[in-house]
């Protein structure tokens, strides 16, 4: 008896038999290279931030110096070398931190000046994604680059060198207001411009933002942003006490003074009130009417990670196509994945008193609200650049079609793939920032003895020198992780 099979399998077996398309070919190629070509920048930096998450600091910045060299001249060179200079000096390794640093601040002056003067437009990039625009720093970026190169500088003793790195930094948290006004105004007369010479695209997307299932899933996801806490007009508090700590330390006259007692003032009304601020505004004002400055030690705490982006995915309608010819129509969207693993406080105990570190600024709420302010055109761009892409696979698909049922069938498995390929969400962010600063200051202790104790039980002895100013600088990536400390003496 011959061998019996079931339809299924004849049908299997005679399709084998019948040759491809040659632009199903052409299809499959164009699928393959995109499913092999695009990664997110979360997929890219996993083992990197591996190491740095286990507290492997000296392994991380390697990592990292080779992704930010081998990057340098792409579109992803100025987010590994932020990555890459704040690894360096979580390792100690402070001269070649500086010198990340510098680079990745020489960077963002070409991005910036170039911003100044060209007038070319991201209209390429909606019609892929916005990952494949250069990572150009966004001001909470530019604002830490100038503040960890001061702090850089203070742990190397070159205090004159820290003066012009927060004055720098002033400036570009003055700056941001105006910044974030110009990129709205750029990014709606982009998105205008796409619309226009994409009408039907363009109507499709604004239904898509009313469907109520894709609005439904945006709102659910991004309704944590809400809960966040909002800093006024784009202000990191951070480097706002830092300024303040540095030009009443470091003052040269009476302009100094007044400058420290505004900063304090800021952080005040930024972060709320607290004893530590209140003693700060105390002195800047003894030191105005002439008093010296007592000594007194001052503990900044960095904690967790700063949140890292991810991406959600949905299937969007596209109203004006046919439902048949585009099996696959999904959007990526960023989100920020925030850090639940981190050390709540420090409790520093000196001269036989016990202080807990307090929040200063919270980089959840500085990043969450960049994040959200740019959500509004990032969500209009995907959604335009989703539906321009699915058009194009509709008359990919239609037009192979006319080869045959398994020329048109081939053709849609290669444009999903494709589209699943490369509809992918923009997730390069600099995660080695802390998730928190915290601060504690108390008077330094006669018999120069401090003990730091994290939340999770791990402890650390320092010592200062009697009577002087010292700065220390304390950090931990996780609850697993060692704690970090670099003792600063001031003055």
């Given at each position: 008896?011959?061998?019996?099979?079931?339809?299924?399998?004849?049908?299997?077996?005679?399709?084998?038999?019948?040759?491809?398309?040659?632009?199903?070919?052409?299809?499959?190629?164009?699928?393959?290279?995109?499913?092999?070509?695009?990664?997110?920048?979360?997929?890219?930096?996993?083992?990197?931030?591996?190491?740095?998450?286990?507290?492997?600091?000296?392994?991380?910045?390697?990592?990292?110096?080779?992704?930010?060299?081998?990057?340098?001249?792409?579109?992803?060179?100025?987010?590994?070398?932020?990555?890459?200079?704040?690894?360096?000096?979580?390792?100690?390794?402070?001269?070649?931190?500086?010198?990340?640093?510098?680079?990745?601040?020489?960077?963002?002056?070409?991005?910036?000046?170039?911003?100044?003067?060209?007038?070319?437009?991201?209209?390429?990039?909606?019609?892929?994604?916005?990952?494949n625009l250069p990572y150009t720093g966004r001001d909470y970026d530019k604002v830490m680059v100038n503040t960890y190169k001061a702090l850089n500088y203070l742990q190397l003793g070159q205090s004159d060198k820290a003066r012009p790195e927060l004055i720098r930094t002033y400036q570009r948290q003055q700056d941001a207001v105006e910044n974030n006004k110009k990129r709205i105004e750029k990014e709606e007369a982009e998105?205008?411009?796409?619309?226009?010479?994409?009408?039907?695209?363009?109507?499709?997307?604004?239904?898509?933002?009313?469907?109520?299932?894709?609005?439904?899933?945006?709102?659910?996801?991004?309704?944590?942003?809400?809960?966040?806490?909002?800093?006024?007009?784009?202000?990191?508090?951070?480097?706002?006490?830092?300024?303040?700590?540095?030009?009443?330390?470091?003052?040269?006259?009476?302009?100094?003074?007044?400058?420290?007692?505004?900063?304090?003032?800021?952080?005040?009304?930024?972060?709320?009130?607290?004893?530590?601020?209140?003693?700060?505004?105390?002195?800047?004002?003894?030191?105005?009417?002439?008093?010296?400055?007592?000594?007194?030690?001052?503990?900044?705490?960095?904690?967790?990670?700063?949140?890292?982006?991810?991406?959600?995915?949905?299937?969007?309608?596209?109203?004006?196509?046919?439902?048949?010819?585009?099996?696959?129509?999904?959007?990526?969207?960023?989100?920020?994945?925030?850090?639940?693993?981190?050390?709540?406080?420090?409790?520093?105990?000196?001269?036989?008193?016990?202080?807990?570190?307090?929040?200063?600024?919270?980089?959840?709420?500085?990043?969450?609200?960049?994040?959200?302010?740019?959500?509004?055109?990032?969500?209009?761009?995907?959604?335009?650049?989703?539906?321009?892409?699915?058009?194009?696979?509709?008359?990919?698909?239609?037009?192979?079609?006319?080869?045959?049922?398994?020329?048109?069938?081939?053709?849609?498995?290669?444009?999903?793939?494709?589209?699943?390929?490369?509809?992918?969400?923009?997730?390069?962010?600099?995660?080695?920032?802390?998730?928190?600063?915290?601060?504690?200051?108390?008077?330094?202790?006669?018999?120069?003895?401090?003990?730091?104790?994290?939340?999770?039980?791990?402890?650390?002895?320092?010592?200062?020198?009697?009577?002087?100013?010292?700065?220390?600088?304390?950090?931990?990536?996780?609850?697993?992780?060692?704690?970090?400390?670099?003792?600063?003496?001031?003055?």
């Amino acid at each position: 008896m011959p061998p019996r099979f079931s339809v299924r399998e004849s049908k299997t077996k005679n399709l084998m038999r019948i040759p491809a398309h040659p632009l199903c070919l052409a299809a499959l190629a164009l699928a393959a290279a995109a499913l092999t070509g695009c990664q997110t920048y979360e997929q890219k930096t996993s083992d990197s931030k591996n190491l740095w998450k286990s507290g492997n600091y000296a392994a991380a910045a390697t990592d990292f110096t080779q992704k930010a060299d081998k990057a340098k001249a792409g579109k992803d060179g100025l987010v590994y070398k932020l990555e890459q200079a704040t690894a360096l000096r979580a390792a100690g390794k402070i001269p070649e931190s500086i010198e990340a640093f510098q680079q990745a601040d020489d960077l963002i002056n070409a991005y910036d000046q170039k911003a100044k003067t060209s007038v070319t437009s991201e209209t390429g990039a909606i019609l892929s994604n916005q990952a494949n625009l250069p990572y150009t720093g966004r001001d909470y970026d530019k604002v830490m680059v100038n503040t960890y190169k001061a702090l850089n500088y203070l742990q190397l003793g070159q205090s004159d060198k820290a003066r012009p790195e927060l004055i720098r930094t002033y400036q570009r948290q003055q700056d941001a207001v105006e910044n974030n006004k110009k990129r709205i105004e750029k990014e709606e007369a982009e998105i205008k411009k796409a619309g226009d010479e994409k009408k039907n695209e363009s109507k499709s997307v604004e239904q898509a933002k009313t469907d109520p299932k894709v609005s439904g899933l945006l709102k659910d996801n991004y309704a944590p942003l809400d809960t966040l806490k909002i800093y006024a007009d784009y202000v990191n508090p951070f480097p706002v006490y830092l300024d303040g700590l540095y030009f009443l330390t470091f003052s040269t006259g009476g302009s100094d003074l007044e400058r420290a007692h505004k900063s304090f003032e800021r952080v005040k009304g930024l972060s709320g009130e607290n004893k530590y601020i209140n003693a700060d505004l105390a002195l800047a004002e003894k030191a105005a009417n002439g008093e010296p400055m007592p000594a007194r030690t001052y503990v900044i705490f960095e904690t967790g990670s700063a949140p890292a982006r991810g991406q959600l995915r949905l299937d969007i309608p596209v109203f004006f196509l046919g439902s048949g010819r585009v099996p696959y129509v999904g959007a990526a969207f960023p989100k920020l994945d925030f850090d639940a693993n981190f050390v709540p406080a420090l409790n520093v105990t000196a001269g036989g008193a016990t202080e807990t570190t307090t929040q200063l600024a919270s980089m959840d709420g500085v990043i969450g609200q960049a994040f959200k302010d740019e959500l509004p055109s990032v969500i209009t761009k995907t959604l335009l650049s989703t539906t321009i892409k699915a058009t194009a696979s509709y008359f990919v698909n239609q037009a192979a079609e006319q080869g045959g049922a398994i020329a048109g069938l081939l053709s849609k498995v290669a444009t999903a793939a494709t589209q699943a390929a490369v509809n992918i969400a923009d997730t390069r962010t600099w995660t080695t920032l802390p998730k928190e600063f915290q601060y504690c200051s108390f008077p330094t202790p006669a018999d120069s003895k401090l003990d730091i104790a994290a939340a999770n039980g791990q402890k650390t002895g320092v010592a200062v020198e009697p009577n002087s100013t010292t700065l220390i600088l304390v950090k931990s990536v996780g609850p697993g992780t060692p704690l970090v400390v670099n003792v600063i003496k001031l003055k």
